[in-house]
Each structure stands twice: as structure tokens, then as C-alpha cells.
């Protein structure tokens, strides 16, 4: 009879035990579903919903990219789970690690191959270690205005792990998150699309962006709608990243780059904290299925 009776207490313990675990878990699993829910509707993106067995995701068009946001726990603590974006890209093709440091938790696998990387960053900026295959091109990419970028990822919405994989395709971005909110992880998707724009720019625009409040050529580059060499003030498509004199943008009345069609632009390279700029999708979600089959480079889990 008393062996009964402890069957039946470790029994309802159990039970009990695996009913708060599920709840707990699906809690959870509802709060960052209907966070991604809400950056799916922002940036008109296609959401997938988590489960048992999977987590939620949403697929977007940045421009002519594919991008992606979704999450996953920390491995031996599940009750941490990590922001993932990642996002194509064409001018960086070599291997990097960034990463925030101290670290807490390991977000990145070690990598061989990659040696340490020493840059003009200022001992205020000494939380970045960043490794890479090739040195000289990391230090070309990584300017101030990428610095600036990855301070802000990291800041938002609180300081926490944060590393960024540049690989031949796509950067990888990775985040502790602790609150899963819609608007603060639509916010990481423009801070996303920000440092991608700054690395890219950096590599395929000619210009280099410095403590100034213009933006500074440092290679042969040119207008879209005058031809003539950048100089001065100038504004990029938010689309396509074409850069442009703002008299001339305003003139033409957006992008001149052929087939895109660009209304919207940003202005670069300030070296002081200023608040992105927003991040539209102009294709629907029937346009983001179709542009994902185009023929590209292998992605990234």
C-alpha cells in the first residue's frame, strides 16, 4: 500500500513538474512568435511560425537581398535565446569574426584559419576582437562607420553578446536576447541592414568614411546622374546603395540606377550616433518567395 502511495505522489509530481515545463515553453515560444509576427507585417516579409521543433522565422527582401531573422536557445540554457540575422551579400569575400568582448557565452565556433586583427579603433572600442583570413581586407572593410554600427547592434536594446560572421555570400549576425518585443527586434533588423550597407560601401563605393560630416572619396567614383567625381554631400539608395550628389538625387527625383527605381535615400558616414534610417521592403511576399529561388551562394544555416 505505501509503495503505491509513493508511486502516485512521484506520479502527480511528474506530472505537475511537465505541465509548468510545457506551459513555460509555450509561453515563450508565443511571445517571440508574435515578435516576428510583427516584423514580418513591418517589413512585409514572409513569417513562419515555431513550434515544438522549430523556431519562428521570417524571410525579407532588402534591396535586391535576401534576408533572414529568426532564433534558437542557448545551448545548456534554455531560458536564453539568440537573434539571428542574416543577410546577402556581394563584396566581401573573405572569412571574419567579430565578436563583443569579454564573452559570456560562446555564440561562434572557433574558426582555423583566421588570425587576430588590429585596428585604429581607440582603447574605448577595445570590446571588438576580430579575426580574419585575409588582414588587409578586413582592415579595408572594417572602417569608423562599421565600428559605429557594430557599437549600436551591440548596445541594442541592452549590451549583451553580440558577433557578426562575414563568409564569401553573407553576414551572420547574432545577438543574446533576453525580451522578445517586435519593435526592438525591428529595430535590429535596420541596425542590421545599416552595418551591412557600411561594409559594403566601404568595399564597392570608393568611399571611406572618417570623423567628418561628409562623407570622403578616397577612390575614383562617380554620380549616377551627372557622371561627374562624388564630392560634397551626398545620399544613397536605400534600395540599391547607389551613391548620388543630393542636388542630383532631388533633381532626378530618385535612384538613376537602371531597373531599380529607388525613392527613398540616406546620407552616410557621419561619425556621430544618428538613428538609422527605415528599413523598407518595396516587394510583397509573393515577390520575396519568387526572388528567393534566384541563383546565388549556398546559405547559412
Known amino acids: ?5 509513493v508511486f502516485f505522489l512521484i506520479a502527480g509530481i511528474s506530472l505537475t513538474a511537465l505541465a509548468f515545463f510545457v506551459g513555460s515553453s509555450q509561453s515563450r515560444t508565443s511571445r517571440w512568435n508574435a515578435a516576428l509576427a510583427h516584423v514580418a507585417q513591418r517589413f512585409r516579409g514572409v513569417y513562419a511560425a515555431g513550434g515544438w521543433f522549430n523556431e ?6 532588402y534591396g535586391p537581398a535576401q534576408t533572414r531573422l529568426t532564433c534558437y536557445r542557448l545551448s545548456g540554457n534554455r531560458n536564453r535565446m539568440v537573434a539571428q540575422l542574416v543577410i546577402e551579400q556581394v563584396e566581401v569575400r573573405c572569412r571574419c569574426e567579430i565578436a563583443s568582448q569579454p564573452a559570456s557565452v560562446p555564440l561562434v565556433m572557433p574558426q582555423r584559419g583566421l588570425a587576430p586583427v588590429e585596428l ?12 580574419a583570413a585575409d588582414l588587409d581586407e578586413a582592415r579595408h572593410h572594417l572602417t569608423d562607420a562599421v565600428r559605429l554600427a557594430l557599437d549600436r547592434l551591440w548596445l541594442h ?38 552595418l551591412n550597407d557600411q561594409i559594403q560601401l566601404a568595399g564597392a563605393a570608393g568611399i571611406e568614411f572618417i570623423a567628418g560630416e561628409e562623407a570622403q572619396l578616397v577612390e575614383d567614383a562617380s554620380c549616377g546622374v551627372c557622371c561627374e567625381s562624388l564630392a560634397g554631400e551626398i545620399v544613397l539608395c536605400l534600395r540599391c546603395h547607389a551613391p548620388h550628389h543630393r542636388d542630383c538625387w532631388e533633381y532626378g527625383g530618385g535612384c538613376a540606377t537602371y531597373g531599380c527605381g529607388g525613392r527613398m ?35 547559412p544555416r
Open 1 to 5: 500500500m505505501e509503495c503505491l502511495f
Open 157 to 194: 536594446p541592452l549590451p549583451t553578446d553580440t558577433t557578426v560572421s562575414l563568409i564569401p555570400g553573407w553576414i551572420i549576425i547574432r545577438k543574446v536576447w533576453d525580451q522578445p518585443r517586435g519593435a526592438d527586434l525591428e529595430q535590429f533588423v535596420e541596425l542590421g541592414c545599416m
Open 120 to 131: 585604429d579603433w581607440g582603447n574605448q572600442y577595445a570590446r571588438w576582437q576580430v579575426l
Open 56 to 61: 519562428p522565422s521570417v524571410r525579407m527582401i
Open 265 to 299: 535615400s540616406y546620407q552616410p558616414g557621419r561619425a556621430s550616433i544618428a538613428p538609422a534610417p527605415h528599413f523598407h521592403a518595396d516587394r510583397s511576399p509573393e515577390a520575396g518567395r519568387a526572388a528567393s529561388s534566384h541563383a546565388g551562394p549556398s546559405k
